[in-house]
């Protein structure tokens, strides 16, 4: 198995664990959330413009730093910082969409809706997903595009 099959096993492994988390926070989020209290909209829109920030972020570092790694990997499927930087870039991308299930559990935690909260969860999810690891891998084990 080469490089990029074994980064790219490596970096679903962490997909699935960080999707695994989602769901224990939605868990979590119903277990701890009180009952009779409200949270304040003014800090509701805060949280929620904090995780679309988060999502924005995420979106310009993939769109600039991404490409770059993808070019560099087609050209060498064999080169290790290109390896190394696609998944950085893409681990960064996953941390930051858990970050908005993170903001979902304390809307949830603080008095929140599950309907002002579910809709965070469900947003990591789909980020997650569309964000996840692809790398085009040959017979061989070697990544022979990168697909972003």
Same mark, same amino acid.
């Given at each position: 198995m080469?490089?990029?099959?074994?980064?790219?096993?490596?970096?679903?492994? @962490?997909? =699935?664990?960080?999707?695994?988390i989602?769901?224990?926070?939605?868990?979590?989020? !119903?277990?701890?959330?009180?009952?009779?209290? !409200?949270?304040? =909209?003014? @800090?509701?829109?805060?949280?929620?413009?904090?995780? =679309?920030? =988060?999502?924005?972020?995420?979106y310009?570092?993939?769109?600039?730093?991404?490409?770059?790694?993808?070019? %560099?990997?087609?050209?060498? &499927?064999?080169?290790? $910082?290109? /390896? %190394?930087?696609?998944?950085?870039?893409?681990?960064? &991308?996953?941390i @930051?969409? $858990?970050?908005?299930?993170?903001f979902? /559990? @304390?809307?949830r935690?603080?008095?929140? &809706?599950?309907?002002?909260?579910?809709?965070?969860? /469900?947003?990591? /999810?789909?980020?997650?997903?569309?964000?996840?690891p692809?790398?085009?891998?040959?017979?061989?084990?070697?990544?022979? %595009?990168?697909?972003?």
């Amino acid at each position: 198995m080469g490089q990029g099959a074994a980064s790219l096993r490596r970096m679903r492994v @962490l997909q =699935a664990v960080f999707m695994a988390i989602v769901v224990l926070y939605g868990y979590a989020a !119903e277990s701890l959330a009180p009952r009779g209290v !409200e949270l304040d =909209a003014p @800090l509701f829109k805060g949280i929620a413009i904090a995780a =679309a920030c =988060a999502v924005l972020l995420a979106y310009f570092m993939r769109r600039k730093k991404l490409s770059p790694a993808l070019e %560099k990997l087609r050209a060498n &499927s064999d080169d290790s $910082e290109a /390896l %190394k930087s696609w998944r950085s870039i893409i681990l960064v &991308s996953l941390i @930051l969409a $858990e970050a908005v299930a993170l903001f979902g /559990l @304390l809307i949830r935690i603080m008095g929140g &809706s599950r309907g002002a909260s579910w809709p965070f969860f /469900l947003v990591a /999810l789909i980020l997650m997903v569309i964000w996840g690891p692809r790398l085009a891998v040959d017979n061989r084990g070697s990544a022979t %595009k990168a697909v972003q």
